[in-house]
């Protein structure tokens, strides 16, 4: 069955960066764009971009052009998001998704960013 | 950018009640629409996709459909499990947009 393990906890400082995984698993992960979403404390969702594993082609919303870069390894059917220059705004939920629509989903990292 | 405008942002209803949330998009999305349920512990579930066709497993009481720009979720009879948060997703064009959400409550 398919599964996105995602990664724990995160407690950072301002400033610094962090790498976000996400383990796929129970599918071809080379065939599958990965999408990654914010969530804010009692705030919506928000897309930040995605990453298609199979020739590591990118897409991202504006506003993280800059703060986020996905990567992905192909042998170990793992995605990343490393977020950098941390502020508290960064403190968040995140969320890896499968595919178009997102049809299975991570169970979400906290990020804190605090000093 | 695609902005989804969902309504209402948040919703009391009863056991058994049937009710309707809706996603209007700005631009044509040609039904790339998904609808997603969040429960309090932040799990995440996809219901629909492409806006009417139904994911597996999910009870049968969900259905979606559209309407011009307009999209909907329908719960036909409430059920204690389904008092959550939900989400309209666009997945028509990048960026991707998320609807602002709907807190479904029991009343």
Same mark, same amino acid.
């Given at each position: 069955q ?14 610094? !960066? =962090?790498?976000l !995984?996400?383990?796929?698993s129970? @599918?071809?992960?080379?065939s @599958?764009w *990965?999408?990654? =979403? ?5 705030q919506g ?8 594993p199979?020739d590591?082609?990118?897409?991202y919303t504006?506003?993280f052009?800059?703060k986020?870069?996905?990567t992905?390894d192909?042998?170990? !059917?793992?995605a @990343? *998001?490393?977020l ?6 960064d403190?968040?939920?995140y969320?890896?998704?499968r ?15 605090? !000093? | ?5 969902? +309504?209402?942002s948040?919703?009391?209803? +009863?056991?058994? %009640?049937? &009710? ?7 631009? /044509?999305?040609s039904?790339y629409?998904s609808w997603?349920q969040q429960?309090?512990d932040g799990?995440? #579930? ?9 994911? +597996?497993g &999910?009870p #049968?009481?969900f259905s979606g459909?559209?309407?011009g ?7 036909? +009879?409430l %059920?204690? /499990?389904?008092f ?8 028509a064009s990048?960026?991707?947009t998320?609807g602002?959400?709907?807190k479904? /409550?029991? #009343?």
């Open positions: 398919v599964q996105l393990q995602q990664s724990g906890a995160e407690l950072a400082r301002p400033g610094a !960066s =962090v790498k !995984s996400c383990k796929a129970g @599918y071809t992960f080379t @599958y *990965m999408q990654w =979403v914010k969530q804010r404390p009692g969702l928000e897309w930040i971009g995605a990453i298609y199979g590591g082609d990118t897409r504006q506003k052009k800059g986020a870069t996905l992905a192909k042998s170990s !059917s793992t @990343y *998001m490393q950098s220059s941390l502020a508290s705004e403190s968040a939920v969320y890896c998704a595919g178009a629509g997102t049809d299975y989903w991570g169970q979400g990292t906290t990020l804190t960013v605090s !000093s | 950018d695609i902005q989804m405008t969902q +309504s209402p948040s919703l009391s209803a +009863s056991l058994g %009640e049937r &009710v309707s949330l809706t996603c209007r998009a700005s631009q /044509e999305i039904g629409l997603l429960k309090p799990t995440i #579930k996809r219901l629909i996709y492409a806006a009417s066709t139904l994911d +597996s &999910v #049968k009481r459909s559209r309407s720009s307009d999209y909907s979720l329908t719960i036909s +009879s %059920e204690s /499990e389904d959550a948060d939900y989400y309209c997703l666009q997945y990048y960026p991707w998320f602002g959400g709907t479904l /409550e029991i #009343k």
